[in-house]
Every structure is written in C-alpha cells, then in structure tokens.
C-alpha cells in the first residue's frame, strides 16, 4: 500500500469580507471551500484606527483558529466596497466605510510580514466567486450585475477577472441610459444605478402606492409605508396578476434593468448574464420578465440568441470565495 | 562568414478587405507590412454569384503577384462588414453587401484547397489592425470607435481581440444612451450610433443651418444645401469660433459622443479609447473637445484618470492589417 503525503492539504486563504455593518472572516482551502467563519460588528464609521483594530482583532481569532486546526495560512485576502487600487493595495475611496487613500496593505505588511496580502473590490471578488464556484463556472465570458442599494458590476472575459486600468473598471452601474435623465450620485445623469438599483425600484413602489390607493400592495406591506422594500411589487403581483399599481411598478423596472441588460449583450455578447443583490431574491420570476422584455430588441438582427440569464447562487459567500481564489491565482 | 537562411521571409498573407463600395485585395508580409495592393470596384450590390466571381478573380490577380514575386500565400484573410460567424466561415448577414447565410468559406475551400481561410467583422478587423501596427500597440486595454456612416467599434483585453460569444459582440454603436430617444436601425431606441455616427452630425448640421441663417457654415457649403457633409460645423468653427451656429452643431455632437465614451470609459476604464472613421479627421481639435466634456463627468469620484483618447492611426490600412494578424496569430 502507498500512502500519499499531501502536503498543501492544510494550506488555508485568511479571507475578510469587508462590509458596511459587518466584517465575515473565513478560511478557505484551496478547493475554494469555506472551513470556518468567524464574523464581527463593523468599526465604528470613518475612524481609520478602529478600522484597522478591528481587522487585526479578527485576522488573530482567523490566525488561532488556523493554529488550531493544524492550518497554514498561506496568504490573506480582502474583498473591500469602494474604489480599491488592487495593484498596491490602497483604499482609495470607500463610501461605505468612510474610508478615503488608506494604504490598507502597508498597515498589513508592517504587521504580518512575509505573508502574501491580497484585496480587491467587493463586486469583482463576488464576480470571480460565481466564475469559479458559482453557477457561471463553465462560461468563458460573464457579466455579473449586483443590484443592491447600487448596482454594482464584474466582468470576466476568457475565464479571467478584467477590471480594467487599476482595477477601475467595471463601473457597470455608472452607464448612462438616459443622458438627459435623474441625477446620479456620481454627478452624471441617467446612470443604470439611478433606475435599477433596488432603491430605484424602492421609489417606483413609493409612487405606484401613491397612485394606486386600490392596490394590493398596500395589502403587502400592511398599510404602513415604513414596511416598503425591493420585494412589495414582485410579491404582490405574483398573487395578484391583475394590479394595476404592482403591475405598474414591476413593468417600469423590468423596463429599466433590461435596457440596461440589452446594452451589455450588445457590448460585450457574454455567454452568461448573471444577476446578484437583493432584488435577484425573485428568481426565475425575475429572468422570466427580463427574457420576455429583451427577446424583441436584442441586436443582431433577430438571429442573435439572447445570452442567457441567471441569478447567483453563492449569495453572501461569492465575496469570500472570490477573494479566496484571487489570492490562489495570483499566488507566485 | 555564416549565411543565415530566412525560409520563411517570402511567406504572405493574402488578405482582401470587402467593402460596400470597393474590395481592396493586398499581400501582407509577416510583419504586418502591405506589400502590395490591388483594388477592385464592389460586385452589384446582393448578387451571391457576382460576389464571389469578383472575389475569385481578385484572389486570381493576388495569387499570379505572389508568384511572380516568388511569395508563398500562407493563409487567405478576410475583413468583411456585417454579423460575420468568424468560427464557421459564414456571412451571417451583411447590409453594406445585401448578403445572407453565405458560407463564405465553404465556397472559398471547394475552390483553395489546403490553404487555411480566415474571416472577421470589419471593425474587428481594423481594431486589431491598430492594436498591433497602430498608435494603440503598446496598450493592453482597448475601445476603438469607429465614427462613420454608423458607429461601429472593436475592444482588445489584455492585447487580444474580444469579440463575444459567436463573435457577435462588441456592438458599440448599439449602446442606448437614451432609451426614450431616437428610434435606431437596429429597432431600438436611443443607440449611440443614432446620436454620433457621422450620419448624425449631418442631420444636427442641417438643423443648425436652417436655425441660423446667418451661419458661416452657409459659406462653408458655397450656399449649396447639397454640399453639407460631417466636416461643415467643425471646419466653421475652427475659422469662426463664436459662430453661435457652429458652435451649437459641434456643442450638441461632442455632448453625444462623449457621453458614449464616458460610458466606455467606466465599464471598460482602457488604457485608450481610438477614434476612427471620417469624423476623426478632426484630429486634435475633436480629441480635446471631448476631453474637455469628459473632465467633469468621469467616474472614480474625479480621482480616476480619464483614458487617454486619441484618433486611429492606420486610415484605410487597418482593416487589411488587422486581418493579416488575425490570420498570423490562429495559424497552427
């Protein structure tokens, strides 16, 4: 009998995923699987020093618990919201943490030297998540869309992460569908976010609830406007086929999110459209609506077949497992 | 004295770049260098077997050159306009020629046999072309717009040619920048190519004209309706530059174009953005006007640089020289 000695079987990635409210930590092998999660409170909003308090505090409860196990970290990874300068490892602007030019991974390094530190922005490390362990992993090209508060965006072409010029592109909520149009937080008008975000279609229930004082989404959020979220419209017309105002509202942001969902099958023909965020919770009803939009104005003459959509799977481990296999691929 | 023996350097490239109006047929050594050209005047427009006759014959005069000059053909390319299925050799179909469903290259094998057959979008072809012998070489990251009777466009990642699943993306022009706005050819609404192909600019010039009596662009056009073409408000201005006519055409045309390119810029964020076709013959004066419009809008909370934005380089050579390389870089 032989026995194989694998020696790399306890080699572990030291993943955070770096939100608004909360910090996941994990270890992750290099099968791409999550062994362990610990999370914790975000730091206080802006106060770069708890910030990083913070972050050492769980990177030493990832380290013991890795000790423990008999694990060697091998590396460390970061999935961060906001502006990341991926190439020197610079928090150059994070909305969401109130961060702005942290040199995150000098901070890291004086820290915990000769290990490998890795980051990137959240929207990619979730894109290379669904590429590699997701339900995209057998396409060579994808356009993943996070619609959440914003709509955020990754892109993969032939199998790879592209994020462009220092790791600045695929901005793909900050595509303009109507030049003339809302004002965007980025200071242009008519931005894809403005209209498909999940508060945008916050917005439309706001106003088909106004207009519609009959409908059955009042039903749904139990007559108090407080109760509103991204899922009244979708959930009411489900029951109801025939609400006007659910219906109203559900048309309008079909509308919206497919003529941005048509651009990128003009722009890029990926195989796969993958869909992410909160409002992606609506499934196949979801895909079914935006199919039946897009198939009467997809280019290509009619003869182009419509790439095919999806929901992502990973949900709230894409970023941890994205962020895992960036370390692994780029490991020397 | 050691004499070293080039075996390969009378190896070319017959390459032919179809076009509306005239096919230009060339031999292209293995530096990309033209080294003869040979052009003939287009078929009558829709005729499958007049088409491929004319071709057949100019591949017959390239054929009798190479062997006068002792060249071995190693490969046939074509750059043809229209949805081209690059991977099985079929005219999917083409407008500029009124072609259908031609299998291109089945004809072309029953005729050459053991000569391997290459063939890809116009645009496409001419991106290549100046992603290799072009001003954009030396970028990894890539938009071509080519501004012509339509907006056409080719992407290179990381030096390679994206063209999209079935090599049916990369339909720049048919991005909506306003989903309500003008109906484009394509049966949608508000495509960039509705608002900045050179076709636009000629509508916003007549606009402009019939607005402002007084406009220089009346001397521009010796008065003469008929002599209006994509240069008018841009040579007017560069004369008279308080023309309030000129200035309104060229204002409204660098608001669209660069609204297209801002988008670009933010999904794509490439080292450079290329402007071909007839409007880029404004050169400089048309780069710096759109650099200004952009300067205020770009995405990356004004801290990301905007692309560097130049016009093309190689004119009508990039198409053949794209599609030289094309077949370069696929031949086993």
């Given amino acids: 009998m032989v026995f194989k000695i694998h020696n790399t079987l306890n080699e572990v990635i030291l993943v955070i995923d770096i939100g608004g409210t909360s910090y996941k930590g994990a270890l992750v092998n290099k099968d791409g699987e999550i062994i362990y999660r610990y999370k914790i409170k975000a730091a206080d909003y802006g106060s770069k020093e708890k910030f990083l308090s913070a972050i050492f505090d769980l990177i030493s409860k990832l380290n013991i618990k890795a000790k423990i196990n008999n694990q060697k970290v091998i590396a460390m990874s970061f999935s961060i919201p ?126 088909g609830l106004n207009k519609y ?65 909160g409002v992606s919770e609506q499934g196949d009803y979801l895909v079914n609506l935006i199919n039946d939009y897009c198939k009467n104005y997809n280019y290509g003459f009619k003869s182009t077949p419509i790439p095919l959509i999806k929901t992502a799977t990973l949900k709230n481990d894409a970023g941890i497992i994205g962020a895992a296999y960036f370390a692994l691929e780029n490991l020397k």
Same sequence: chains 1, 2.
């Fill in 213 to 277: 004082k009959d409908s059955k989404m009042w039903r749904e959020i139990n007559n108090d406007i407080n109760n509103i979220n991204g899922s009244v419209s979708f959930e009411t017309l489900k029951k109801y086929p025939n609400d006007f105002g659910a219906k109203e509202v559900v048309n309008k942001y079909i509308k919206y999110l497919s003529e941005g969902i048509l651009n990128y099958c003009n722009i890029f023909r990926p195989d796969i459209i993958l869909i992410g965020g």
């Fill in 82 to 207: 906001g502006a990341i300068d991926t190439e020197h490892g610079i928090i150059k602007y994070s909305n969401n943490l109130d961060l702005e030019n942290l040199n995150f991974k000098k901070e890291l390094i004086d820290k915990y030297k000769n290990i490998p530190i890795f980051m990137l922005n959240d929207a990619n490390a979730a894109t290379l998540g669904e590429a590699r362990k997701g339900i995209a992993k057998d396409y060579a090209n994808v356009v993943f869309l996070t619609l959440g508060t914003g709509v955020g965006g990754g892109i993969i072409i032939n199998h790879k992460l592209y994020a462009g010029s220092q790791f600045m592109g695929a901005e793909l909520g900050h595509m303009s569908i109507d030049i003339n149009g809302k004002l965007c937080t980025c200071g242009r008008k008519g931005c894809f976010e403005a209209y498909a975000s999940a508060r945008a279609l916050v917005n439309y229930t706001k106003e």
